[in-house]
T-cell receptor, first 111, second 115 residues
Framework: RKEVEQDPGPFNVPEGATVAFNCTYS??????FFWYRQDCRKEPKLLMS???SGNEDGRFTAQLNRASQYISLLIRDSKLSDSATYLC????????????FGTGTRLLVSP | DAGVIQSPRHEVTEMGQEVTLRCKPI?????LFWYRQTMMRGLELLIY????????DSGMPEDRFSAKMPNASFSTLKIQPSEPRDSAVYFC?????????????FGEGSWLTVV
């Protein structure tokens, strides 16, 4: 079983739609959680951290359920520029703090 | 400010040839990571350096892969001999804190094709 699992998609949505991505992780000792965004043929970049109480950043809302080992990302009012791959990332302590990346969920927003 | 700088950006090489990928981390960052990304396996950590010392190389696939960090501003990832299954994007990343901290900064990647 992969440490971090995501639905690869693609999710095809029209502009203005609301879309949600889910992610599960296997290591119950995971410490911190993040969503990274990766544009086509580009490097991954931090989108937002995920806090236990849930957090928002504009149109983006991230939630964490530690009991179910589940993370989600909600995007409201999708824009064409949101088209990208969204990587679920978990930080674990293996003697040093290590980021474990999911394989990503691809989002395509169409006009 | 300059980000993580990698070279070459693209390389096509024949099976059996030696490949050397280079990385300059962000100035002042103590941690450096080499990742490999493929469609099937996603982003995999190959090796992590802290203060130029390799801390964890458990992700290095096999003896054909080696990495060095001779100083705080330079690292190399070498594949010798290269094989077609090594074709991937290799990312270098750096972080200002030991380990990953809360975020790491990736370079633009080196796109390797072994034919």
């Amino acid at each position: 079983r992969k440490e971090v699992e995501q639905d690869p998609g693609p999710f095809n949505v029209p502009e203005g739609a609301t879309v949600a991505f889910n992610c599960t992780y296997s290591n119950s000792a995971s410490q911190s959680f993040f969503w990274y965004r990766q544009d086509c043929r580009k490097e991954p970049k931090l989108l937002m951290s995920v806090y236990s109480s849930g957090n928002e950043d504009g149109r983006f809302t991230a939630q964490l359920n530690r009991a179910s080992q589940y993370i989600s990302l909600l995007i409201r009012d999708s824009k064409l520029s949101d088209s990208a791959t969204y990587l679920c990332v978990v930080k674990v302590d293996t003697g040093f703090q290590k980021l474990v990346f999911g394989t990503g969920t691809r989002l395509l927003v169409s006009p | 400010d300059a980000g993580v700088i990698q070279s070459p950006r693209h390389e096509v090489t024949e099976m059996g040839q030696e490949v050397t990928l280079r990385c300059k981390p962000i100035s002042g960052h103590n941690s450096l990571f080499w990742y490999r990304q493929t469609m099937m396996r996603g982003l995999e950590l190959l090796i992590y350096f802290n203060n130029n010392v390799p801390i964890d190389d458990s992700g290095m696939p096999e003896d054909r892969f080696s990495a060095k960090m001779p100083n705080a501003s330079f690292s190399t990832l070498k594949i010798q001999p290269s094989e077609p299954r090594d074709s991937a994007v290799y990312f270098c990343a750096s972080s200002p804190r030991p380990g990953s901290g809360n975020t790491i900064y990736f370079g633009e990647g080196s796109w390797l094709t072994v034919v």
